[in-house]
C-alpha cells in the first residue's frame, strides 16, 4: 500500500492511474474502494483542494467514459465515482486547512445528518421505498433463497428495519467515508509525518457542541411520536457511528498504548469481543458521549 501511495504523490497522471484503477478493481473486489477513496483523501491532503478538484474531474470523465463504452450510460460511472471521491474532498479539505482530525470528522457528520435530512424532506414514504426495493431484491434470489427462509418473518423484520434504514445506510457510508479518511492520513504518516497519526488518533475528541446535539436527538428519538421520532432515530444511527469510533481512540489509548506484537493481538482480541457481544458497542459510543466532560484519557493517566 505505501508503494501505491508513493507512486500516486507523483504526478496527476500517476494519481488518477492508481485511483481509477482501485475504484475499477472494486467493482470486482468492493474493499478496494475504501483503498481509492483513501487515496483520492492523500492526494487533497498532501496537494490541496484545487488539484484535488482537477483529479475528481478527470477521474469523474475517465469512469463517465468506461461506463458508456461497457453499458452505453456514463451516469453510472458518474455516479459511482461522485459516491466514492466527492463527500471525501470536503472532509480533506478541512482537514488539510484545520489540522483538526475532529473538525473533519464533525464535517463527514454534517454531509451525513445533511442526506439524512434530505431523504425526509424529498421522499414523503422513505420506509415504503425501501420496503419496494427490498421486496425487487428478494424476488431476484428467489431462486436462491435457503431451505429455512421464512418469507413471513423476513417480512415482519422487513417491515420494522425499513423505518431506519435511510439512518443504517448512511452512517454505514459515513463509517466508509471516515475510515478512507485514517488511512490516507496514515499513508500521509507514513510517508512524511512517521508516527503522527497514532498521535492524532489517540487524541480525538468531539466538541461538546456535537455532542449535545447528538444528545438532543437520542432524546428526540424516546420523547417524540410519528415521523419525527423516525427521522430522530435514524439520525441517531450517524451519531453511533462517530461516538463509537470516539470511544474506540479512548480504548486505544487507555489499554493499547504500547507498541508491539502484544499490542496487536489485544487490538484484535478486543475488536472479536466486540463484535460477539454487540450491546458492548454502545458502551464504547457512551465513551466517546461522556469524554467531553470526564476526559477518561487523564483519569486512567491518574490511576
Request: net charge positive; hydrophobic share 55%.
Amino acid at each position: 500500500m505505501r508503494f501505491i501511495a508513493a507512486y500516486s504523490m507523483q504526478g496527476r497522471y500517476q494519481a488518477l492511474v492508481a485511483i481509477c484503477g482501485l475504484a475499477i478493481a472494486s467493482l470486482l473486489l468492493p474493499p478496494l474502494n475504501l483503498l481509492s477513496s483513501a487515496l483520492y483523501a492523500l492526494l487533497v491532503l498532501r496537494k490541496g483542494g484545487r488539484e484535488g478538484a482537477w483529479v475528481l474531474l478527470f477521474a469523474l470523465l475517465i469512469l463517465g467514459t468506461g461506463s458508456a463504452l461497457q453499458t452505453g450510460n456514463p451516469a453510472q460511472g458518474i455516479s459511482y465515482g461522485l459516491l466514492l471521491w466527492g463527500p471525501a474532498w470536503p472532509v480533506a479539505v478541512i482537514l488539510r486547512e484545520s489540522r483538526s482530525m475532529e473538525l473533519a470528522l464533525e464535517t463527514a457528520l454534517g454531509l451525513g445528518l445533511a442526506v439524512v435530512l434530505g431523504v425526509y424532506a424529498t421522499v414523503s414514504n422513505p420506509a415504503a421505498l425501501w420496503r419496494e426495493k427490498m421486496q425487487l431484491f428478494l424476488q431476484a434470489l428467489s431462486q436462491n433463497t435457503p431451505e429455512d427462509f421464512d418469507p413471513v418473518e423476513f417480512g415482519k423484520a422487513l417491515d420494522f428495519f425499513s423505518h431506519y434504514l435511510t439512518g443504517l445506510v448512511v452512517g454505514g457510508s459515513l463509517l466508509s467515508l471516515i475510515i478512507g479518511l485514517f488511512l490516507a492520513r496514515w499513508l500521509q504518516a507514513i510517508l512524511f509525518n512517521p508516527g503522527g497519526f497514532g498521535r492524532e488518533f489517540v487524541g480525538l475528541r468531539l466538541h461538546r457542541a456535537v455532542v449535545y446535539l447528538g444528545l438532543a436527538c437520542l432524546s428526540a428519538g424516546f420523547l417524540l411520536g410519528g415521523s419525527a421520532e423516525e427521522i430522530a432515530w435514524n439520525l441517531n444511527c450517524v451519531f453511533v457511528v462517530l461516538f463509537i469510533l470516539v470511544g474506540f481512540s479512548i480504548l486505544h489509548a487507555i489499554i493499547l498504548g504500547g507498541k508491539g506484537f502484544l499490542t496487536l493481538i489485544t487490538y484484535l482480541g478486543l475488536i472479536f469481543i466486540l463484535i460477539t457481544l454487540k450491546w458492548l458497542f454502545l458502551l464504547v459510543a457512551l465513551l466517546g458521549i461522556s469524554d467531553p466532560w470526564l476526559d477518561w484519557r487523564k483519569v486512567a493517566k491518574r490511576s
